[in-house]
């Protein structure tokens, strides 16, 4: 529940926003494109095409790694997924590609 004193700062018009404002407001859809130009969607998989070194794992994720049940983020350069061996990995759009 927010106060009638909480601002969220909007990254889309760079402006703080009374929340209340911000609650009543829809997301808006965010189209998010792989390597090839394909629509990725919630619950999509991917495959990586090309060697990937992941920062604060110390390892590298090989080219034609799939990574399952993808999440769009509010970034439509970024998706968020999930490794057997690594939780919260951010990709970058461009270095996938839809399965």
């Not at 889309?12 to 009543?24: L, S, V």
């Not at 604060?56 to 034609?64: D, E, H, N, S, V």
């Not at 993808?70 to 998706?79: S, V």
Request: hydrophobic content about 40%.
């Amino acid at each position: 529940m927010t106060g009638d004193d909480d601002y969220i700062y909007d990254e889309a018009t760079g402006e703080w926003r009374p929340a209340a404002a911000t609650d009543a407001q829809p997301a808006a859809a965010v189209e998010v494109r792989d390597a090839a130009g394909n629509f990725l969607a919630d619950g999509d998989a991917v495959v990586l095409i090309k060697d990937l070194k992941v920062k604060g794992a110390g390892q590298t994720l090989k080219q034609g790694t799939v990574i399952k049940s993808i999440r769009l983020t509010d970034d439509p350069r970024h998706i968020e997924g999930r490794h057997d061996s690594i939780r919260g990995l951010v990709l970058r759009a461009e270095f996938v590609r839809k399965r």
